[in-house]
């Protein structure tokens, strides 16, 4: 990455914190048309499937599914429909939607099987987080507030998404406001894990769970997620999923409800790192509706970059690409295994890179609570008047309400200082960097990707995260598609679990963790 482009992100998110401050940026309205064509793709957003794939359509990748539409041997409305048949049977269980679109879906196939292809996305099935606005449809964000929203229009990302052929099977639960994992607005756990749906107790992730459960459990063939504080790349390393969260202002924040507007971060869960590039590809463009979009470099050839290269039968990387290592990151045995396999792809090395100065400080709580007022300005006249309307993330709101001006002044000064030496300290001396967490990538708005390394004695997956310069979501998705290529951890599906009756719209998502185990004993 160049000292300019540097420079340029640096001001940038100096201008988006100002920007939040004022209160302007809070609320971004789509506007009633697409702001951009539709994407171009690469000849990699094509690929053949696998022959374990071809007996189960819902085991296709969006790539292979692509293939399939493609040349004729697979429609959209067979492929929509056997999604929904596994919503039918399996989401009484997973509790992964809060509102399947079957009738809107079925529909929509039908008119993609008559028009002209469009696309990899073409017939596409994908689920869509609950905060991204949907036209027509509730979009509630699993909130009190929201409960009763019908939106206008659909989000700029949506529009995109279906610009490109895409087709939307339902809005998927989250946690309230985004604030958790997937529960009803009073607490009650609603989505499990894909992998361990016997036992509520284990995190499926962040606010993103129901669409990563629906993608693990084979109930969508992608989805959409947010990421505030890990709530893309966290599901994915709990589910077995590759999850990008892409540069800030990459994506389009209109019409998604907001939590915070320097930290939103909407972006692809996906079975990997080529699904999530075809993916991310649609989605990501400029926008009048979001000043965050405007001016960034173009968006590279993504769909390339997550291609696998492979010369005389080895696999190389795609660019030569250093992977920062930063200390206490090899704890486990999974990581030492996945360190010694990155390095054993020609054309990637490994450097050992120090933290930089202050780093416990600057990443500490004191400064990431500053995102708490942040998010609590736009709700104060719901806060003077009913706390009850916040469900069970209310102590949260009222804390980002109380904290005083200098601490917030203070957190962005730090917020400031710890980018200039990330990318300074840090990608002075490698290209990509492993990490044990989210932070401070999110906070700072930086790419990160969420992908598959290996499975705990449990039984559970274990993933990583992989951050990246500004602008450098195609150096991420070529070192983990290099990686993808020698190992096999992406293709692993989680056992189905005894079918349940699907809720109705009614009540679905009112089940507590303690019913969610009795249905499986």
């Known amino acids: 990455m160049s000292t300019v482009d540097r420079r340029d992100f640096l001001a940038r998110t100096l201008a988006v914190s100002a920007a939040a401050a004022t209160g302007a940026t809070a609320w971004t309205t789509p506007g009633s048309a697409l702001a951009a064509g539709p994407a171009r793709f690469g000849a990699g957003a094509y690929l053949r499937p696998r022959p374990e794939a071809m007996a189960d359509p819902t085991e296709l990748t969006v790539a292979e599914a692509a293939w399939m539409i493609k040349n004729g041997k697979l429609t959209p409305a067979a492929l929509v429909e056997a999604y929904l048949d596994r919503i039918g049977r399996f989401d009484g269980v997973y509790q992964a939607f809060n509102t399947v679109l079957a ?51 659909d989000a700029t990302a949506v529009t995109r998404l279906t610009a490109n052929g895409a087709i939307v099977l339902g809005k998927t639960q989250m946690g309230p406001l985004a604030t958790t994992r997937a529960t009803t607005p009073d607490g009650r756990i609603t989505t499990v894990n894909a992998w361990t749906p016997g036992d509520a107790t284990v995190d499926p992730g962040g606010s993103s769970t129901g669409t990563a459960t629906s993608v693990a459990g084979r109930m969508a063939a992608s989805g959409t997620g947010t990421q505030t504080g890990g709530s893309i790349t966290a599901p994915s390393n709990a589910q077995n999923l590759t999850g990008l969260k892409p540069t800030m202002g990459r994506v389009s924040l209109a019409g998604i409800i907001p939590l915070s507007y320097t930290r939103d971060h909407p972006g692809p869960l996906a079975r ?19 000043p965050r979009t405007q001016g960034l470099p173009p968006v590279p ?33 999974e990581r030492r295994v996945f360190l010694s396999t990155l390095d054993g792809v020609d054309g990637i090395s490994l450097v050992d890179v120090p933290l930089p100065d202050e780093w416990e400080l600057l990443t500490g709580t004191e400064f990431n609570n500053v995102r708490l007022p942040e998010r609590s300005e736009p709700f104060l006249p719901l806060l003077r008047t009913d706390l009850r309307g916040f469900g069970v993330s209310v102590t949260g709101w009222l804390q980002g309400a109380l904290l005083g001006s200098t601490e917030f002044l203070t957190g962005q000064r730090a917020k400031q200082r710890l980018l200039e030496r990330v990318l300074d300290q840090i990608f002075d001396r490698c290209d990509v960097v492993v990490q044990t967490g989210p932070v401070p990538f999110d906070i700072l708005g930086l790419p990160e990707i969420g992908f598959p390394i290996g499975f705990s004695a449990a039984g559970v997956p274990v993933g990583t995260i992989l951050g990246g310069e500004p602008y450098g979501e195609d150096r991420l998705l070529s070192v983990v598609a290099a990686y993808q290529a020698v190992t096999d951890w992406h293709w692993r599906r989680p056992a189905d679990p005894p079918a349940q009756r699907t809720r109705t719209a009614d009540d679905r998502g009112r089940l507590n963790a303690d019913e969610v185990v009795a249905q499986m004993q």
Do not use: C
Request: glycine residues 8%.
């Open 301 to 333: 050839d993504l769909v390339t970059a997550a291609t696998p290269v492979t010369v005389k039968g080895r696999v190389r990387s795609r660019w030569k690409t250093r992977v920062g290592v930063l200390p206490g990151y090899a704890t486990s045995t």
């Open 103 to 153: 009738e809107q879906a079925r529909a929509a196939a039908k008119a993609a099987g008559r028009r002209k292809h469009t696309g990899p996305l073409h017939g596409i099935p994908l689920a869509i987080k609950d905060n991204y606005w949907t036209a027509g449809v509730r979009t509630t964000a699993n909130s009190y507030l929201f409960q009763d929203f019908m939106p206008p229009r």
């Open 272 to 290: 990997d790192a080529r699904d999530a590039a075809i993916m991310l590809t649609a989605m990501a463009g400029e926008d009048p509706a979001d």
